[in-house]
């Protein structure tokens, strides 16, 4: 959506090839929680925040990945996003898309920058006028299949009809492939990571099947961080405002709101692996589009006992931790003195109206990281380190970025802002810098070759 304008409003003649029946892809599913470096709304709120701030708190994030995960990431782009994420949310108010909150997430945004939109719809009522434009055209229910590529530059694209026919284009200026992740393949998610984790459950659309990860890398793209298919406990962050998370022993037993990866650590470390959210009647009813997408269904009772002895908790256990987090919600401080969660002013909602509901804590993924490595200019980089010319990604789609979701609000803000420049990019069929140290070859090989020679030396 947001390649589309930026590409319409340069002039571009723009065809939009669209999988599905209408545009908005994850975004009108998400939970709607962007982050935005120097943003207005931080200026009227009298937040102060600066590029550096932000990549600090980006490094201070990836770097936890790194433990786990072979993670490559591009400070240039982290740094293109911050410079250029304020005037997204200045594009998206401008359109109509309305922010309700500012959602403080301290222990990874470390200045208060994530606001929460209103209504996920928004998005695609925002960029719909876009798609009427006299130099846009929108082939929906159109699947992008193949890229064609000579000498090194893309020159066509192939994609299979709504009636099954194949389609052809000649491409002048460029490509920009924002077809998303991989979420829903689990056959190219298990060649990067573990059977669970590839069979584990996504919340978003189908669609994203990594197509464009295969089209480019049949041309030589990079792919990079593949294996970065990120746990997490498949629950809204929106959901989780109203909820507590309990154990067999009725007990809670983490920071229901805190780093993703945490959370899953904190779920695997309890008997059984087995937890459950409670919420009460008002958010069940104030939630249910996102109850509804839970992937186990909620446990139902009339009161907290007989739930407890329905989903196997200890009851006495269960009373007191609603219990004391109604308490906790009923004073004035906003931070739980258990476990150090932060809960907003508005999202003060104690767990009182019957009858109340269980959800099973599932493990699932719905950010994967891989995607094709690429330059300033959002255009996608060779194995060798070259550009491609004519070929431009963003989004989910695009690696060297999406490590940041684990600070949250990432993923959104990350596409509507690097989706409009490789959008304007792709219009002006412009070229970016190549970044030194990026490439698996090049700079890397004399350093190599002379090590072996040191070694040689030592052995001689
Ligand atoms: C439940 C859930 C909650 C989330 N909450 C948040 C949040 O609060 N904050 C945040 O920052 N992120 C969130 N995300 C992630 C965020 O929604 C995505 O990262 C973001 O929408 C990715 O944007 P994108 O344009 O790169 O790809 P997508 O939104 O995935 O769109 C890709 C589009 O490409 C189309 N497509 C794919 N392959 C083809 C093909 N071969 N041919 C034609 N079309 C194709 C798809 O149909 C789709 O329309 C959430 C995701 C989920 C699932």
């Given at each position: 959506m ?23 892809g ?12 120097n ?11 600066s590029?550096?701030?932000?990549i ?5 994030s990836?770097?936890?990945l ?33 922010f ?6 301290p222990?990874?945004?470390?200045t ?7 209504d ?7 960029f719909?006028p876009e798609?009427s ?12 299949d193949?890229?064609v ?8 694209l192939?994609?299979?009809g709504?009636?099954g ?5 000649n ?9 998303g ?9 298990a060649?990067h ?11 978003g659309i189908?669609?994203?099947?990594g ?8 041309i ?5 961080n593949?294996?970065l298919v990120l746990?997490?406990?498949?629950v809204?962050?929106?959901?989780v405002?109203d909820c507590?998370a ?15 990866e ?11 692996r ?9 958010t069940r009813?104030a939630?249910?589009q996102l109850?509804?997408?839970?992937p186990e ?7 907290l ?8 908790v200890?009851?006495?256990?269960l009373?007191?931790s ?8 009923a ?5 739980d003195?258990?476990?150090?969660r932060?809960?907003l ?6 767990i ?7 959800v099973?804590?599932?493990v699932?993924?719905n950010?994967?990281?891989?995607g ?7 255009q996608v ?29 990432m ?8 989706g ?6 792709a ?16 700079a ?17």
């Open positions: 947001a390649a589309t304008a930026a590409a319409a409003a340069a002039g571009a003649e723009v065809h939009v090839i669209e999988a599905l029946d209408e545009i908005g994850n975004s009108v599913w998400s939970t709607g929680y962007m982050a935005f470096v943003s207005r709304a931080q200026q009227e709120a009298g937040i102060e925040d590029v550096d701030a932000f600090s708190d980006a490094e201070a990836i770097d936890l790194r433990d786990h995960y072979p993670v490559i990431t591009d400070p240039g782009l982290l740094r293109l996003f911050a410079q250029h994420s304020a005037e997204t949310y200045d594009i998206l108010v401008g359109r109509g898309v309305r309700s909150r500012f959602i403080p997430r222990l990874q945004h470390r208060t920058r994530m606001l929460a939109v209103e996920m719809m928004g998005f695609r009522r925002a719909e798609f434009r006299p130099n846009v055209r929108l082939f929906t229910r159109t699947i992008a193949r890229l590529s000579e000498d090194g530059r893309v020159t066509g192939v994609a299979r709504a009636d026919g194949t389609l052809r284009w491409v002048r200026k460029g490509v920009v492939l924002a077809s992740g991989y979420q829903s393949n689990p056959e190219l998610r060649r990571v573990p059977g669970y984790l590839a069979r584990a459950p996504y919340l189908d669609t994203c099947r197509d464009a990860h295969l089209m480019a890398g049949a030589g793209a990079d792919l990079i593949m294996g746990p997490l406990v498949i809204s962050s929106s959901f405002e507590i309990v154990n067999r022993d009725g007990r809670r037993f983490h920071d229901e709101a805190g780093p993703y945490r959370r899953v650590e904190a779920l695997q470390a309890q008997p059984d087995c937890a459950f959210y409670i919420v009460d009647d008002e009813q939630k249910a109850l509804a997408q839970m269904p909620p446990v139902s009772a009339p009161d006992g007989r739930l407890a002895v329905t989903i196997g200890d009851p006495g256990e009373q007191t609603v219990a004391e987090w109604n308490e906790f919600l004073g004035t401080s906003d931070k003195s258990r476990f150090g932060v809960v002013p508005g999202g003060r909602r104690q009182v109206k019957p009858p109340f509901h269980a099973p804590m599932v699932g993924s950010f994967v990281s891989g094709m490595r690429v330059n300033d200019a959002l980089m060779d194995v060798f380190g070259d550009p491609i010319a004519g070929l431009y990604t963003a989004g989910d789609a695009a690696g060297g970025f999406n490590p940041t979701a684990e600070l949250g609000g993923r959104l803000s990350g596409g509507f802002t690097l409009r420049l490789a959008g304007e990019a219009a002006e069929g412009r070229s970016g810098h190549v970044r030194e140290g990026t490439a698996p070859k090049g890397h090989m004399p350093s190599m070759i002379g090590s072996r020679i040191a070694l040689q030396d030592v052995r001689d």
